[in-house]
């Protein structure tokens, strides 16, 4: 980018932003409401980096957790779930030590697996697992499927997000409509009823 092309751009940003807060202003008399249930950009930017930085992290910390498991990360509002399988329970102590340790992580789920990593035949069923509970969700009109995350590990099911208890419930019957789970496990982060918009 040249050096005129920067500012121009840095200008016309500015413009729209502006022009997006006359908008709402002139849109709307009351308050302007916020969603808490859902992430605001640096937060996700923030999960997004969580996850980057724990995945070197943990496979620097040893070299069986590198070449010998099957590590996923997972972070939600600033909350960590790791999935997958660890030959010993040491290392997967090791991984919660690892990843607590990452700025702004405010909790760790671990849920590894002691024991041998699975096979391609059942990365592929939970890969498939994984878009069949994530189409039911889009298609069920009582749940914002944006504000869910879902995570499919060896037929096991972690539900993560920012929900009511009421939502949780919602989403949990609709995931049980998907035949082939082993277990629905729910790492949510729960919200107060009067602060989401369902």
């Known amino acids: ?14 413009s729209t932003l502006h022009g997006c807060t006359g908008f709402m202003a002139a849109t709307n008399n009351g308050a302007v409401d916020e969603d808490y249930g859902e992430r605001t950009m640096g937060i996700s930017i923030e999960d997004s980096s969580i996850e980057s930085k724990a995945s070197i992290n943990i496979n620097r910390a040893d070299k069986a957790l590198d070449k010998d498991s099957n590590i996923n990360v997972n972070s939600y509002n600033l909350i960590v779930l790791v999935t997958g399988q660890t030959p010993t329970q040491e290392l997967k102590s090791k991984v919660t030590d690892v990843t ?9 789920h671990n849920e590894l697996e002691v024991s041998a990593p699975t096979n391609f035949g059942q990365r592929t069923s939970d890969t498939y697992l994984s878009a069949k509970i994530k189409a039911n969700l ?4 009582k749940i914002d499927s944006d504000r869910v995350q879902v995570i499919v590990e060896n037929g096991s099911v972690y539900l993560m997000g ?4 009421e939502e949780s419930e919602r989403v949990v019957s609709s995931v049980q409509e998907v035949s082939g789970i082993k277990r629905i496990i729910k790492v949510f982060e729960y919200i107060d009823n009067k602060v989401s918009r369902r």
């Open 1 to 14: 980018m040249t050096r005129l092309t920067l500012p121009l751009s840095v200008l016309l940003l500015a």
């Open 138 to 141: 889009l298609t069920n009109g």
């Open 100 to 108: 607590g340790k990452i700025r702004h992580v405010r909790r760790v």
């Open 162 to 165: 920012l929900v009511t208890q």
